[in-house]
């Protein structure tokens, strides 16, 4: 069902759902089964019109497969996870590289650069699928959504917010892995965003970045901080 506005769903750790003005539905880095914060209710979604996936580690694309096999989707990702993902029998593979363009919907999605390693290890063999990137979301009568995926801070951000204006990010911000709260407030700046939705943060013990922490940085800067727990929607 068409709705007049933006819907931002997280789902625990990296994933997230995207409902378009338009009624389009995105899911992002679908980690749902054995993630520990996602909701049960979400672990089999339906309805989904396309899945986009950031990079080939397993804590973002281990339902990939199943959930396009389930609901037909299709799926927006580099050129070599789509083609593993073929093997698996995904059909509707939209292959794609960092600064190419292409519309679900009323969504224009482009895929930008990130700063991680993107490998997925299958039966004690670690398979490369091409380099980690971002996304960007602009939605035909909605706000332009970033989505950075796994990554560090890096100064192209200001090249994301030159070419797109967003004003709304998804940025990382456990630490370890990807950036900690401190490059988060700093990647605010660079983006030029009034709001950003923490995620990949809390799932295990190791990631120690909090949206709290997030918050007490960029308070000052006039950035409000989207603190959603598993399963909300903020729109």
């Not at 800067?221 to 603190?227: A, E, H, N, R």
Request: charged share 15%; proline share 6%; aromatic share 8%.
């Amino acid at each position: 069902m068409a709705s007049s506005t933006l819907g931002m769903t997280w789902l625990g750790h990296g994933t997230c759902l995207f409902r378009s003005p338009g009624g389009k539905q995105l899911l992002v880095d679908p980690w749902l089964k054995t993630n520990p914060s996602c909701p049960p209710a979400w672990h089999q979604p339906t309805g989904i019109d396309a899945v986009l996936i950031t990079h080939g580690h397993s804590d973002h694309i281990e339902d990939a497969a199943a959930v396009a096999r389930a609901t037909n989707a299709d799926v927006l990702a580099n050129f070599e996870i789509i083609g593993w993902l073929a093997k698996k029998g995904v059909k509707n593979g939209r292959p794609m590289n960092k600064g190419g363009t292409q519309a679900v919907g009323d969504v224009r999605v482009t895929m930008v650069d990130a700063l991680h390693s993107s490998s997925y290890e299958e039966n004690g063999v670690n398979h490369y699928l091409g380099e980690a990137g971002g996304f960007v979301l602009r939605f035909d009568a909605g706000p332009t959504v970033y989505f950075a995926g796994d990554t560090a801070a890096f100064g192209d951000m200001r090249l994301i917010a030159d070419l797109y204006q967003p004003q709304i990010a998804c940025l990382p911000i456990g630490d370890l892995f990807t950036m900690g709260p401190e490059q988060a407030a700093f990647a605010c700046d660079m983006l030029r965003v009034k709001q950003v939705l923490p995620v990949h943060w809390g799932t295990f013990p190791a990631l120690t970045g909090t949206p709290d922490a997030l918050r007490a940085l960029v308070a000052s800067k006039g950035v409000q901080v989207l603190d959603l727990k598993p399963g909300e929607t903020a729109q």
